[in-house]
């Protein structure tokens, strides 16, 4: 059975991550680091055979996405199946503000209650679904090929879950850095891990998604 590689990669950084405030649909762009850490990826990544190019439809993730494929001179596909998980009203606060705001929903977001959504938003269940949705689609047009996926904290998240089969209220102990390089593999019974937040092209390090 031919697999598919996927390279599975978190935007680069934005004012918002900086900032620790929740961005979910709302697009914001890459901060300068962001841009930065885009083309220290792109370096990376200029030797790896990359059939297609794919990216979450905000513009932090199509950027990022784009500073790769401009090496391979290749064009990027959006795909909105890898959007970040809608927060609703969370979206433009920050931990504090929630915490202070609505103690109660916080606390379900930080106890990663599975069918929990903020008013407006979604919840992990529904995120699950739609991620690997996704994935399977796009993975399943490039078998024994190799494609890159940028996508958001919360997307890459799911995906480390579905494949190390961890359940969704599992505490997270691995990082969600921006720009690192996740190593996948996907096949019709699903994904598997081959290697986790690679770092070596980031100098200067990048932020963990604390909040995913």
């Not at 977001?109 to 407006?120: E, Q, S």
């Not at 047009?141 to 480390?160: F, N, S, T, W």
């Not at 593999?185 to 200067?204: C, F, K, M, Y």
């Amino acid at each position: 059975m031919q697999v598919t590689r996927i390279l599975a990669v978190r935007h680069g950084e934005t004012a918002w991550n900086r900032d620790t405030r929740i961005q979910g649909h709302t697009d914001i762009e890459l901060n300068e680091h962001g841009r930065w850490q885009a083309q220290q990826l792109a370096q990376a990544l200029r030797e790896e055979p990359i059939a297609a190019f794919y990216a979450s439809d905000l513009s932090r993730a199509h950027e990022t996405a784009q500073a790769v494929a401009r090496v391979h001179d290749r064009p990027v596909s959006t795909h909105r199946g890898l959007r970040e998980r809608c927060f609703g009203r969370f979206e433009g606060h920050t931990w504090a503000e929630l915490e202070s705001r609505w103690p109660e929903d916080a606390r379900a977001w930080r106890k990663r209650v599975p069918d929990f959504a903020p008013p407006g938003g979604e919840s992990l269940v529904q995120l699950q679904a739609r991620v690997v949705a996704a994935v399977t689609e796009l993975a399943a047009r490039h078998p024994g090929e190799q494609v890159l996926m940028v996508a958001h904290g919360g997307v890459l998240d799911i995906l480390y879950r579905a494949a190390t089969r961890l359940e969704l209220q599992a505490p997270r102990s691995w990082e969600l850095t921006n720009t690192a390089i996740n190593r996948l593999l996907w096949t019709p019974e699903g994904l598997s891990l081959v290697g986790w937040a690679d770092t070596n092209h980031l100098q200067r390090g990048a932020l963990d998604e604390r909040t995913a």
